[in-house]
């Protein structure tokens, strides 16, 4: 008898990252979201201009999908790697990503890098 397995479909909620956009950058600044939340994008589209140690440059997105949620605002800042934008595959998909985008904004903690950045500046001593 052969056995069936029950898969289920998973929401593709994809995270849009701040890069290094130097190998000396720990962590960049949001200087203008070029899409909006709701906003259909393409691979290889501009999205945010960020602001690095060196330059300020466009981000481009590495998927296809709506841009559901932004987590990092203008003239904020994130440590390299943290997600900066929710995109979601389809329009059923945006509640879950700006839930997800709350939770993970009301639940997240200073990185170390963003520490480090700190008190290289002087705001913790």
Do not use: C
Not at 11 to 19: D, G, T, W, Y
Not at 49 to 56: C, H, Q, Y
Not at 83 to 107: F, M, N, R, V, Y
Request: aromatic content about 6%.
């Amino acid at each position: 008898m052969p056995r069936w397995r029950i898969s289920t479909v998973q929401a593709k909620i994809r995270e849009i990252f701040m890069p290094a956009l130097s190998s000396t950058m720990t962590e960049g600044k949001i200087v203008s979201w070029i899409k909006f939340e709701g906003d259909v994008l393409s691979i290889g589209e501009s999205v945010v201009v960020v602001e690095s140690d060196k330059a300020d440059m466009d981000v481009e997105t590495f998927y296809d999908g709506i841009l559901a949620a932004i987590v990092v605002g203008e003239g904020e800042v994130a440590p390299v790697g943290a997600p900066i934008g929710l995109l979601a595959e389809s329009q059923d998909e945006i509640a879950e990503a700006k839930a997800k985008a709350t939770t993970s904004s009301s639940h997240s903690a200073p990185s170390v890098a963003s520490l480090l950045a700190s008190v290289a500046r002087g705001r913790l001593w």
